[in-house]
C-alpha cells in the first residue's frame, strides 16, 4: 500500500503515441508521477529495475513478447500491481478477462484513438491509485482464492419472488466474483451484481462466470424480469437498478450521469433494492476503491434488509467496505472466505421470516 508520497507509474505500450496519451492523462492528477514508459516487456523489465514504480499499466498487445506473457512471468518474479488496458473488442476483452486471472488488479478499455485517452483521464487515475493501494498476496493465497468450487447441482427450496441478493464490487472484484458465485447453490432467489468494469468487458465476465456456476450468469438487458436461478450482471458503462415487475422485479438499465466517478454504480443498485425489495433484499458489498456502495448499503440496511461488507483481511481494496462499515451500515463484516455461507444464511432466514 502507497501512504504520503506520489504513486510511481511506469506505462507500457507499443504505440508512441499511446504511451503520451496514458502519461499525459495520468499526469495531471497530483497523485501520480509519470516515472517512465516502455515500448514492449523487455524494455519495461530494465525499468522496472532501475525506475521501481509502484504501478504498471500495461498493454496487451505489443511486439517481442505480448503483455499476458508478461504479466505472468512478472507476477511470478517481480510481483507490481498491474493495471490491463485493453482494446475494446471481443478479442480484447476476453484477454484482459484472463490478465485479470493472472493477476492484474484491474482493466481498462483502450478507446478506439489514443487522442481519447483524455476523455478517460479521472478513471484511469482511479483505476491506478486503487491498484497502488491494493493488498498483494503472496502465491499461496492466490492459489486458494482461484480454486474453483464444484458447482452443487441440488436446488434448496423455493422462495418468495420478492427476495433478491444485490452484490457491489469494484478493484479486485472480479477475482472475489470468482470465488463467491460458484461456492452457492443453484435455486436461490435471483442475483443481480455490479461490478466496475468497462463496456464490452463486462459479457466476457458474465460469460466466464456462467461457466463455473451452478446457475445462470449473463449480462443483464433491460427490462429483464428477475427470476431465480439466475444471476445478472449490469453492463459496463451503464447504470442498473430495479423496479417492480408483478410479484416481483425486472432491471432497468440507462446511462444517467456517474456516481462516484462509475458507471455502474453500486449505489444505484442498493438504492433501488431498499426502495422496492427492502427486507426481503441481502446486499453485499465486497473489495473496492472509493466509497460507492457505503450509502446504499446504509440505505438498504434502514429498509429492514440483512447487509454484509467484505473485511480487510481479504480484500484487494479495503475502500468500499470500509467506508460502509464506518457508517455503520454492515450488520456483518467477514472475509470473502464466509461470504457464500452468510449470503445462503442470511436469504434463509428471511424466508423463514417473511416466506
Known amino acids: 500500500m502507497i501512504t504520503g508520497k506520489k504513486i510511481r507509474v511506469l506505462v507500457v505500450d507499443d504505440s508512441a503515441l499511446a504511451r503520451r496519451a496514458i502519461m499525459t492523462a495520468l499526469s495531471s492528477d497530483p497523485e501520480l508521477e509519470i516515472v517512465g514508459g516502455a515500448e514492449d516487456p523487455y524494455v519495461a523489465r530494465e525499468k522496472i529495475l532501475e525506475l521501481e514504480p509502484d504501478v504498471i499499466t500495461l498493454d496487451l498487445e505489443m511486439p517481442r513478447m505480448d503483455g499476458l506473457t508478461f504479466l505472468k512471468i512478472l507476477q511470478e518474479h517481480h510481483p507490481i500491481p498491474v493495471v490491463v488496458i485493453s482494446s475494446l473488442t471481443q478479442a480484447g476483452s476476453a484477454k484482459a478477462m484472463e490478465a485479470m486471472n493472472a493477476g492484474a488488479i484491474d482493466v481498462i478499455g483502450k478507446p478506439n484513438g489514443n487522442s481519447n485517452m483524455l476523455h478517460i483521464s479521472n478513471s484511469l487515475a482511479f483505476h491506478v491509485k486503487g491498484a497502488a493501494r491494493s493488498r498483494r498476496r503472496g502465491a499461496a493465497e492466490k492459489a486458494e482464492r482461484r480454486v474453483v468450487a464444484t458447482p452443487s447441482t441440488t436446488t434448496i427450496g423455493t422462495f418468495s419472488p420478492r427476495k433478491v441478493i444485490v452484490i457491489g464490487s469494484s478493484t479486485g472484484g472480479v477475482e472475489a466474483l470468482r470465488y463467491l458465485l460458484p461456492r452457492l447453490p443453484n435455486g436461490l432467489p435471483p442475483i443481480v451484481v455490479v461490478q466496475h468494469i468497462p463496456a464490452n468487458f463486462s459479457r466476457i465476465m458474465a460469460q466466464h462466470l456462467d461457466e463455473l456456476c451452478p446457475f445462470s450468469v449473463r449480462e443483464a438487458k433491460d427490462g429483464e424480469e428477475l427470476k431465480a436461478g439466475t444471476c445478472l450482471v449490469a453492463p459496463g458503462d451503464f447504470h442498473l437498478s430495479l423496479v417492480p415487475f408483478g410479484m416481483g422485479y425486472k432491471v432497468r438499465i440507462g446511462q444517467s450521469p456517474p456516481v462516484h466517478h462509475c458507471r455502474p454504480a453500486?449505489?444505484?443498485?442498493?438504492?433501488?433494492?431498499?426502495?422496492?425489495?427492502?427486507?426481503?433484499?441481502?446486499?453485499?458489498?465486497?473489495?473496492?476503491?472509493?466509497?460507492?456502495?457505503?450509502?446504499?448499503?446504509?440505505?438498504?440496511?434502514?429498509?429492514?434488509?440483512?447487509?454484509?461488507?467484505?473485511?480487510?483481511?481479504?480484500?484487494?481494496?479495503?475502500?468500499?467496505?470500509?467506508?460502509?462499515?464506518?457508517?455503520?451500515?454492515?450488520?456483518?463484516?467477514?472475509?470473502?472466505?464466509?461470504?457464500?455461507?452468510?449470503?445462503?444464511?442470511?436469504?434463509?432466514?428471511?424466508?423463514?421470516?417473511?416466506p
Not at 449505489?267 to 473489495?287: E, P, Q, W
Not at 440505505?299 to 447487509?307: I, M, V
Open 266 to 354: 453500486v449505489d444505484i443498485l442498493f438504492r433501488s433494492a431498499a426502495n422496492h425489495a427492502g427486507s426481503h433484499a441481502v446486499g453485499a458489498l465486497l473489495t473496492g476503491m472509493g466509497i460507492d456502495g457505503a450509502m446504499g448499503l446504509k440505505e438498504l440496511q434502514s429498509a429492514g434488509a440483512e447487509t454484509l461488507a467484505e473485511s480487510e483481511e481479504s480484500c484487494v481494496v479495503f475502500g468500499m467496505p470500509q467506508a460502509a462499515i464506518r457508517l455503520g451500515a454492515a450488520n456483518q463484516v467477514l472475509p470473502l472466505s464466509k461470504m457464500p455461507q452468510a449470503i445462503l444464511s442470511a436469504i434463509t432466514a428471511k424466508h423463514a421470516k417473511n
